[in-house]
């Protein structure tokens, strides 16, 4: 009984953290466009083809 002293408390504290770098990842905007960089990789670079140089990338 006496561990749940000790496990209750560091649960909520890992409770805690986790939902504080939910909300700030949010609030930053780390989850606005969920698509578009999957699909960035499914598209071909056009002036890589043409030119054969390499784009710097963003």
């Given at each position: 009984?006496?561990?749940?002293?000790?496990?209750?408390?560091?649960?909520?504290?890992?409770?805690?953290?986790?939902?504080a770098?939910?909300?700030?990842?949010a609030?930053?905007?780390?989850f606005?466009?969920?698509?578009?960089?999957?699909?960035?990789?499914?598209?071909?670079d056009?002036?890589?083809?043409k030119?054969?140089e390499?784009?710097?990338?963003e």
């Amino acid at each position: 009984m006496s561990v749940m002293y000790l496990i209750l408390p560091l649960a909520l504290i890992v409770v805690f953290v986790a939902v504080a770098g939910f909300v700030w990842a949010a609030r930053k905007g780390q989850f606005d466009d969920l698509d578009t960089p999957a699909m960035r990789a499914l598209h071909d670079d056009v002036s890589e083809k043409k030119t054969g140089e390499k784009r710097p990338t963003e």
